[in-house]
């Protein structure tokens, strides 16, 4: 009697094929035993259930059968040698078999992706550069005059002014393409502040001085990397109506100011608070820009292919997320899908670094014995809580969903692998006085 035979592969760095010989008296067994079932329940005419001949039972359900004791055989010796082999898979199988014969053995193999198998180097004593950014003056200023910003009200302009940068307007407007009129370019009763750049370049500029009650042909090219294909680099022309004419009247910073605030007894109080969450800002800006260098360093370190199974899922992640945001900034459904489906191949690499990162780290993890524990997920609960002012048991309970659990000790565990090669690297700092953009949210 032959043996049974298996034999692993690597077809790739993320991909494995094995590859089965089953013995004719296995496969005979496993076929007698499914006929054994189907006889107990076939219903054919001249013959007592369970008493019908095997003869006759291949003659009606020969196919079915044969399938069925395939699909056993397949189930158990692929899960059985994963399981002695302790390979993990990231996909299903493609499984190829060419049937069975009469007194043959039967040959299947499944293919099926994996994840790398890396022994992390380069991770200790990396030489890195962090960025201390300082709050200065004019970060104060320009904070100040945005929270004034929100505390401003809108009032009416004279009828004879004419509309300027800053000032609020409700219009309506309508565009051509080609002399063809097209619904995604119409609104009505749009309020727009002038100079937010909101709509497309040159759209706001073109505005500014038009009158109360005025109507305008305005021109205006969309840019080559819009995102609306059709529109991509064509001009445009809009009708527009001004309806109404609004400018800002801003409240002035001074100790009447603080009544908008319930938690400020001085305009001190107001500042020191304004400072003290700037800094915060900076401190997380740099933490994130550190993170960022030292993950391409050690990417770097350690070259490997990303399974694309893994990628595929974070491309899907990254579209629901363009959706979501999409949807919340106004634009319907049916829009919102298809342009974050139009941008599967923009978010790859990204996806790819993302999947890299974490599969480097959790590796990282490893080798250097960095676990999670339930005193780590206690803490790191009570953390979330003060940053989003809740109470511990309530974002407690958010976790308890198996999945989002997971995805909590992968976030805390990649923060203990991160804090592990920030103390054993040598960080030069660097300090920069002003946010500007780099330090903005």
């Known amino acids: 009697m032959s043996e049974l035979s298996v034999k692993v592969e690597d077809l790739s760095q993320v991909k494995k094929k094995i590859s089965f010989e089953i013995p004719w008296a296995y496969v005979k067994d496993e076929l007698d035993g499914v006929y054994r079932s189907i006889g107990k329940k076939a219903k054919i005419k001249g013959f007592r259930p369970g008493k019908v001949p095997r003869k006759v039972l291949e003659t009606y359900f020969k196919s079915d059968a044969e399938g069925e004791a395939i699909t056993n055989i397949v189930n158990r010796y692929y899960w059985q040698e994963l399981d002695e082999r302790k390979i993990v898979t990231l996909s299903r199988p493609e499984i190829e078999q060419n049937g069975l014969k009469e007194d043959t053995d039967f040959a299947f193999s499944a293919s099926f992706e994996t994840e790398p198998d890396i022994d992390p180097q380069?991770?200790?004593?990396?030489?890195?550069?962090?960025?201390?950014?300082?709050?200065s003056d004019a970060d104060m200023e320009k904070r100040l005059q945005e929270i004034r910003k929100m505390f401003a009200s809108l009032e009416d302009v004279p009828e004879d002014r004419q509309a300027v940068m800053g000032d609020f307007v409700t219009i309506d407007f309508a565009g051509t393409l080609g002399g063809e009129a097209l619904p995604e370019l119409k609104a009505d009763d749009y309020l727009l502040e002038l100079g937010s750049k909101r709509l497309v370049p040159g759209f706001e500029e073109q505005i500014t001085g038009m009158k109360k009650g005025e109507t305008l042909d305005i021109q205006v090219k969309f840019p080559d990397d819009y995102s609306e294909q059709k529109m991509a680099g064509k001009d445009v022309?809009?009708?527009?109506?001004?309806?109404?004419?609004?400018?800002?009247?801003?409240?002035?910073?001074?100790?009447?100011?603080?009544?908008?605030?319930?938690?400020?007894?001085?305009?001190?109080?107001?500042?020191?608070?304004?400072?003290?969450?700037?800094?915060?800002?900076?401190?997380?800006?740099?933490?994130?820009?550190?993170?960022?260098?030292?993950?391409?360093?050690?990417?770097?370190?350690?070259?490997?292919?990303?399974?694309?199974?893994?990628?595929?899922?974070?491309?899907?992640?990254?579209?629901?997320?363009?959706?979501?945001?999409?949807?919340?900034?106004?634009?319907?459904?049916?829009?919102?899908?298809?342009?974050?489906?139009?941008?599967?191949?923009?978010?790859?690499?990204?996806?790819?670094?993302?999947?890299?990162?974490?599969?480097?780290?959790k590796k990282i993890a490893e080798k250097e014995a960095i676990t999670v524990t339930d005193e780590d997920i206690e803490n790191h609960i009570k953390e979330l809580a003060d940053i989003h002012h809740m109470n511990p048991e309530s974002v407690q309970k958010i976790y308890e969903d198996g999945e989002k659990k997971e995805s909590l000790k992968a976030d805390i565990l990649q923060k203990k692998v991160f804090d592990f090669i920030e103390q054993r690297a040598n960080i030069k700092v660097i300090e920069k006085v002003g946010m500007g953009e780099e330090a903005a949210e």
């Open 237 to 361: 022309t809009f009708t527009v109506t001004l309806k109404e004419l609004k400018q800002q009247k801003l409240p002035e910073i001074d100790e009447n100011f603080i009544k908008n605030f319930d938690k400020y007894n001085t305009l001190d109080d107001l500042k020191n608070d304004v400072r003290k969450s700037m800094e915060e800002q900076c401190r997380r800006q740099s933490d994130v820009k550190l993170k960022e260098l030292m993950t391409e360093i050690v990417l770097k370190a350690n070259e490997f292919e990303a399974p694309p199974s893994l990628v595929e899922r974070q491309i899907f992640y990254m579209m629901a997320d363009t959706q979501k945001r999409m949807r919340a900034a106004g634009m319907d459904e049916k829009n919102s899908m298809e342009l974050s489906f139009r941008m599967h191949d923009q978010f790859k690499t990204d996806a790819e670094k993302t999947v890299k990162s974490f599969l480097l780290f």
């Open 122 to 135: 380069g991770y200790q004593g990396i030489e890195l550069t962090k960025t201390e950014i300082k709050v």
